[in-house]
């Protein structure tokens, strides 16, 4: 599935092929590869420089910035909840470039993943 398959039909993420080998090869506090944030896959809205600073076996923290945020902090935690079930949980920390622009990252946030978890419960149920 992946990124693309949450964020869509909106949102569009760029990456490189070489990046579909998995979270747990990847290497860690360095940058692996820059996307473009496409709106419906063609208005570029962002370009993110894409790190990641831990990877366990159930969870993941990626440690990013971009033109539009100064940090942006997403810890994901895929927890079991049943024999056929789970939870994600996401804790996202959104440090925009421009002070005034924080008034609108936090709601704007919480939309993208509010979205996402929708589009998860209905790709896996």
Known sequence: ???NAELGPWIYMTF???ALVGLSAAPLK????VSWLLLGRVIPFDRHVFVLSEVGARHFVEESHSTVQSRW???RWIEPDGPDACTVR??????????FMGFFARPIAA???HHRHKRLRLLYS
Do not use: K, N, Q
């Open 111 to 113: 939309a993208v993943f």
């Open 1 to 3: 599935m992946g990124i």
């Open 90 to 99: 996401d804790i996202v920390t959104v440090e925009p470039r421009l002070g």
């Open 73 to 75: 902090r997403h810890e």
């Open 16 to 18: 490189p092929a070489e």
């Open 30 to 33: 360095t940058p692996l590869f």
